[in-house]
């Protein structure tokens, strides 16, 4: 299933990474380096979530997406647009 629409919940109280990997999920190919990695870093201080520039490829892979960002105990959302270069917004 592609993943055109990801929810991503950020728990506030500091800061903190992780990393969306991608690949094409039916095949090898991901060891000769065809996947995709997002970081996605938080500054607690700022309440900036930062959303790296998307390293890596491979086929078919989705070139634009929406991402619905929520802070953990909030049932408000903001829905970005991600097309593979950083953003930073402010939650």
Not at 40 to 58: C, D, H, M, P, V
Not at 72 to 91: M, N
Request: cysteine-free.
């Amino acid at each position: 299933k592609k993943w055109d629409d990801l929810e991503v919940i950020v728990y506030p109280g500091q800061d903190g990474t992780f990393t969306l990997y991608e690949d094409e999920g039916d095949s090898y190919r991901y060891e000769k380096g065809e996947r995709s990695t997002i970081t996605f870093s938080w500054n607690e201080r700022n309440r900036q979530l930062t959303i790296g520039a998307r390293k890596g490829g491979y086929r078919d892979m989705l070139l634009r997406r929406t991402f619905r960002l929520r802070l953990a105990g909030s049932a408000a959302t903001k829905d970005i647009t991600y097309t593979g270069t950083e953003q930073h917004i402010k939650l």
